[in-house]
Nanobody
């Protein structure tokens, strides 16, 4: 499975940004997808995840109410809509698939930098 993330960039505090992650390769039915993020010197942390059907979503407390995860299963793409961005959201965001308990994943995409200016 290959994951291609896009959409990172610079946004002002309070603004919005949308990340996308397209999956390709072998069939990944019934697999959840989501996002982690990492800042220098810190461990990668869970941000959000969504089940294959999109029925269930999960969020880190730090982004709950501000970020929304969604997916287009037909296009094998997952989105992360970041609203009311904060400087502390600045990080490299990684797309992931096959997430286990919000701690690790079976597949990782390359990171995309998100910078929130104050």
């Amino acid at each position: 499975v290959q994951l291609q993330a896009s959409g990172g960039g610079l946004v002002q505090a309070g603004g919005s940004l949308q990340l996308s992650c397209a999956a390709s390769g072998r069939t990944i039915s019934n697999i959840n997808m989501g996002w982690f993020r990492q800042t220098p010197g810190k461990e990668r942390e869970f941000v959000a995840a969504i089940t294959w059907t999109g029925t269930n979503t999960y969020y880190a407390d730090s982004v709950k109410g501000r970020f929304t995860i969604s997916r287009d299963s037909a296009k094998r793409t997952v989105f992360l809509s970041m609203n009311r961005a904060k400087p502390e959201d600045t990080a490299v965001y990684y797309c992931a698939a096959g997430i286990h308990q919000g701690r690790y994943a079976d597949y990782w995409g390359q990171g995309t930098q998100v910078t929130v200016s104050s």
